[in-house]
């Protein structure tokens, strides 16, 4: 997994660092657990923007309890019912499916 540091995100977004920073914070885009916010997931930006409707998710994921890391792995974690993974699919515009499946998750 290719991973961009928090300077670089805000360079692709046309944004400081520390904004950057305020959107892990407010579980609008997700760090590498463990890295201390410092790696980010490459595929988080798109087209000079946060991943469309990876807010959203992040945040049925944190409503539905699951922890930073269990999370990270399920967003990564292939699934050949998708196909792909989840962020693969968020990246195709497959949203809808991805948000469901992680809807029915928390239940």
């Not at 360079?11 to 407010?26: D, P």
């Not at 000079?48 to 998710?57: E, I, S």
Request: charged share 25%; net charge negative; aromatic share 4%.
């Amino acid at each position: 997994m290719d991973t961009l540091t928090p300077a670089e995100v805000a360079e692709q977004l046309g944004v400081s660092t520390n904004k950057v920073r305020q959107l892990i914070a407010e579980r609008k885009l997700m760090a590498v657990p463990g890295s201390g916010n410092s790696k980010i997931p490459a595929d988080f930006v798109q087209d000079g923007a946060v991943l469309k409707h990876l807010p959203g998710l992040l945040t049925v994921l944190h409503d539905g309890r699951f922890t930073d890391e269990e999370a990270f792995e399920w967003l990564f974690r292939a699934d050949d019912s998708l196909p792909g993974t989840p962020v693969q699919a968020l990246r195709d515009d497959r949203h809808t499916e991805v948000t469901r499946r992680a809807q029915a998750l928390a239940l």
